[in-house]
């Protein structure tokens, strides 16, 4: 029983080092230039999925899905990830952004293949991004952080990946300073005018003298009814 693994394979790598059972128990040989493959009780297969796919089912079943369903999911993201190469990869990182709006992992509730796969493939990219980029797409950021730190030190180790500090705050934008003027722009300007002159303060008004009220001041006006009479169109009026 023997595995061969691509120098280049670094999902598989990761996932041998994952899974320790399958690397004491298999013969793991490295090649250069050649896809990955497996000889396992009988069975061979070739290329990095599938080899992945039948280590995960005879060592560590919940990494390839549960169920049918989650199988099949897993499987369409290995693909997903193997056909997004280098050039691909930020169209790749936004494809997950996405599909992580409502969701921790790419598959369910757990670690799966399909994290595993997808983060050795973006990883190098990942490396290179600005702070400001991880932002703007905080919901690959905030997975990809989960999964390095759901990995043991000792597997990133053997696999050659270190961590890399991801910050999920927005970044600190720096306050842009106005240029200073110019000589040329001094002259256009021109001389400042001369300040207005300042207002004349207000002459303080006299204070007003107390008034003294008699009853000769009130205006008393004395009628005199000469006639009274029912008003003709009312009952209470006159």
């Known amino acids: 029983m023997s595995v061969c ?7 598989l790598n990761l996932l041998l080092a994952v899974v320790p059972e399958a690397a004491s128990e298999l013969s793991v040989d490295a090649v250069v230039d050649q896809l990955s493959r497996l000889d396992l009780d009988g069975q061979q297969v070739e290329g990095t999925n599938s080899v992945a796919q039948v280590l995960a089912a005879k060592y560590n079943s919940e990494l390839a899905g549960t169920t049918d369903a989650e199988q099949a999911e897993v499987s369409q993201w290995m693909t997903m990830s193997a056909r997004h190469g280098p050039a691909e990869r930020q169209v790749f990182a936004q494809t997950i952004n996405n599909h992580l709006a409502q969701r ?11 994290d595993l796969v997808a983060f050795a493939n973006v990883h190098p990219y990942m490396a290179s991004l600005s702070s400001q980029k991880r932002f703007n797409v905080s919901h690959f950021s905030r997975w990809f952080d989960l999964i390095q730190h759901s990995l043991s030190a000792d597997a990133l180790a053997k696999t050659g990946i270190q961590l890399i500090e991801i910050d999920l705050n927005a970044p600190v934008q720096p306050k842009k300073q106005a240029p200073a003027a110019t000589a040329q722009d001094k002259k256009a300007a021109g001389e400042p005018k001369a300040a ?12 007003a003298k107390d008034v003294v009220i008699v009853p000769s001041m009130i205006d008393l ?7 009274v009479a029912k008003h003709p169109d009312a009952d209470t009026l006159y």
């Open 5 to 11: 693994v691509s120098n280049e394979d670094l999902a």
């Open 104 to 114: 921790t992992f790419l598959v369910g509730e757990r670690l799966s293949l399909a």
């Open 196 to 207: 207005k002159k300042e207002k004349k303060e207000k002459k303080p008004q006299p204070a």
């Open 221 to 227: 006006r004395v009628g005199h009814i000469v006639e």
